[in-house]
């Protein structure tokens, strides 16, 4: 199969209607990372996703709709949800809902929730309102790989696979949307992302953090594998200890390798000479450059070495979550 990149137009649109329609997957632009996209209606449609990505047959797909679609049509909505739609849709927040099951039951892998997400992206919201169903989409990579944010990183992992790849540009907000669990007393983050746990809490007065215990089943079933792993080797060092990475470069390039080091602004302004990849000053660059460099960097080194940045909390936990467990760092909770 030919796979096909265009800008997002009246004929792409069509053309991805058409797709949809018959069953295919079609690749999207959202304001988070690319998604890999079905009719959620459709269990065949949803299948082919599981297939493609090699994703754990228990590691349920989120719900993409458009900003006008009757979310109370899929699900059950407790009062503080509203509230929660309100301040943030469209927008990187996924909120897992009680499911009135009327998508696929593969989508939520047989669980009785159901997520729902609306992206802001204005490409995003062109092809969920030309399709006008719910889109079933996992992150666009093959299952463990580093999430996409441009169209040639799904070209990268899919060419040949899928037939279309919408192309909005470059992901912007560039780690994965917060996940929110809605269907208890009050929400719980099942996964860090953009829209905090202090944003949340915020709006409705409460907002718990999910842990998984050693032995439980996980709530959020992806949170059980892997994720985000480079193709090269990898090392990861503490933010007060980049005399080691100094040495672990050295010893790298010593031995013929080429080394590159992964780090906060600060910390690369110490590094002169060395082969450097830098994400940024504040959270918000380190969240949009961090999927982007580490896809640069497995092009390019043979050994990317992680510096652990300084700062804690707000969108720094969802850095932090993502890049420590792309250097097999393990926090506790790993992604497909
Ligand atoms: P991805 O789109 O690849 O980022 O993966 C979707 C994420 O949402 C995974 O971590 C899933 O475990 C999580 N997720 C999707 N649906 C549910 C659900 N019904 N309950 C809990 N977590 C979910
Ligand atoms: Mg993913």
């Known amino acids: 199969m030919k796979t096909r990149i265009l800008p997002v137009s009246e004929a792409s649109l069509a053309e991805a209607k058409e797709l949809i329609a018959a069953g295919e997957v079609v690749a999207f632009h959202t304001e988070t990372v690319y998604g890999l ?12 996703i599981f297939a ?4 754990p047959a228990d590691n349920p797909l989120i719900a993409h709709v458009h900003a006008g679609y009757d979310i109370s049509a899929l699900v059950e909505i407790p009062p503080y ?27 939520s892998c047989g669980l009785c929730t159901l997520s729902v997400r609306v992206p802001s992206s204005p490409a995003a919201q062109a092809f969920l309102r030309a399709v006008d169903v719910p889109i079933a989409a996992p992150s666009a990579n093959r299952s463990k790989h580093v999430s996409p944010v441009t169209a ?9 696979d899928i037939p279309l790849i919408l192309d909005g540009g470059p992901s912007s907000g560039g780690i994965e949307s917060t996940v929110l669990d809605c269907t208890g007393e009050y929400p719980q983050i099942l996964r860090a992302g953009l829209v905090t746990r202090e944003m949340i809490a915020a709006v409705v007065g409460q907002c718990g953090v999910y842990r998984m215990h050693a032995g ?38 010593g031995q013929g390798g080429a080394p590159y080091i992964m780090a906060e602004h600060a910390v690369c302004a110490l590094l002169d000479g060395y082969e450097r990849l830098d ?10 450059n961090l999927y982007k460099l580490l896809r640069e960097g ?39």
């Open 152 to 160: 040639q990183h799904v070209f990268d992992d899919f060419a040949g």
């Open 37 to 48: 996209g079905a009719d959620a209606r459709n269990d065949a449609a949803v299948k082919k």
């Open 298 to 336: 497995e092009r390019k080194a043979t050994l990317l070495i992680g510096i652990e940045p300084r700062e804690k909390g707000g969108v720094m936990d969802g850095v932090r979550n993502r890049l420590l467990r792309a250097f097999g760092q393990s926090e506790d909770t790993h992604e497909a």
């Open 81 to 107: 949800a509203y509230a929660l739609q309100k301040a943030f849709l469209p927008g990187p927040l996924t909120m897992v809902y009680p499911s009135k099951g009327k998508v696929s039951p593969y989508v």
């Open 216 to 253: 439980e089943k996980p709530k959020s079933p992806g949170m059980a594998y892997k994720h985000y792993a480079p193709g090269c080797r990898t090392a990861f060092f503490a933010a007060d200890d980049v005399s080691s990475a100094r040495r672990c470069y050295g010893k790298e390039a």
């Open 279 to 288: 994400l940024g000053a504040t959270p918000a660059e380190m969240a949009a």
């Open 52 to 55: 493609l990505k090699g994703r």
